[in-house]
């Protein structure tokens, strides 16, 4: 899964956001770090669609304009699962082999 | 019109357009920042070929942007072939013969038609009907001296014939020498030179040789030959074509993936797969093409062939195949696909 992939099923895991929701979600939970450009959520968010991760969930009326709501469908909490799961993994060994760098953890 | 709205026209018609500028304008900006202009026109025209987690289609469309891009800068270029000058004539022919033969009577001929040769000299229906024959190639203006041979040391008459073009103006290269090759020895039998000089437009190659049957003694063949250089501004036209021959392809295959993205297996197939035949038998035609015009744009061209010429021999039949091929494609999405806003429409009413 790529990084933004990965930020816009974080930004919608907790509720359904419209698109300038999500880019606001994911800059505010990546601490800036992700920036998404509007072009590329959207093209992630049409791909995510096709792939059943992501969903429309319903339409408001603002200011005259329709307004789109994009939900984590359960597939796309399995898949975000799964991410988180190996991320951790990852996240696990690098910081094991980092202490037998720094020589506080045990020597195989 | 807004800045926003301009490049959100790289997406197709339908409520996405509103939904990005929603979004895009949310923070209270009206016009894009050059970097956001390049993602959406780069996302505007992904979207345009509909089936997002497609790749596939992606690759397809390429390919065909290459071919109609291809296409349409031969088309465009053989047309304005017409408007480019022709062969020098009268006094200005006149003074090239003089100064590569001086004080001899002197003949010219061009070789083939007004712009080309083709052995065949067939109508444009001949042409549209079974391509061009094999040699087909620009025509040259051939000018040499009466009774072809001028006595004397052909190296020491290449020399002057370079000092004399270099003094009207043209740009003489390197003196090649020309001969046959001894195989046992690897070493060149000289018997004659090539000379190559440029002006305006025009490359003019002298060539002298001994080998000619029935050269007297103390004499030397020798013609000069005149072929045309492709002007800039029919390059920068060719290019202009195939930008917008490009478009045009991926256009096409947009609307042809999304006019079919929800019809049945038998209608995406008889779609894809006679355009994946085209593409098979066309792109290496393409990519020689595309290559020799940017070889003819950047100057390395000079080989005497239209860039296009290997469509029109060899790969004629192929080329006209994958055009009833690709006809087939558009008219089984014309006649059996659902316009996208349709189905758009049908959606929003399910739901």
Known sequence: ?108 | MSGYRLVLRAYPKGPRREELFDTLTASGRTRPTPREAVNLLRHGMRARLGRPGSRGVVVLAVLVALSTGYLSAAVAARIGWERAPGFPSGPRLAAIQQSVFPGVAHWAERDGGPLFIDIREPTTADVLVSGHDEDFKFSTLVVGPEGRFLPGDYRAWTEGAAARLAADGWDVGETEPMGATIIATGELDQDGTLLTATRGGLVMEVETSTAVVDTPPGSFDVTATLTRTTPRWLSALSWAAWLAGAVLGWLATGWVSRRTEGAGGATRSLTREPVVVALVLTTPLTLLGTAALVADTIGLGGAGWPFWSMSMTYGWGVTQFAAVMCLLSVLVAAFAGRSARTAAQRCEAAS
């Open chain 1, 1 to 108: 899964m790529r990084e933004p992939t990965f930020w816009i099923l974080t930004a919608l895991a907790s509720r359904p956001l419209h698109g300038y929701g999500v880019l606001q979600e994911v800059s505010r939970l990546s601490e800036g770090q992700m920036r998404l450009q509007a072009g590329t959520l959207y093209a992630a968010l049409d791909r995510l669609t096709a792939e059943g991760l992501v969903e429309p969930d319903h339409d408001e009326l603002v200011d005259g304009r329709n307004r789109r709501y994009y939900r984590l469908t359960d597939r796309g909490a399995t898949a975000l699962d799964a991410e988180t799961a190996r991320l951790r993994s990852n996240a696990r060994t690098a910081a094991r082999q980092l202490s037998v760098r720094h020589g506080t953890g045990r020597t195989a």
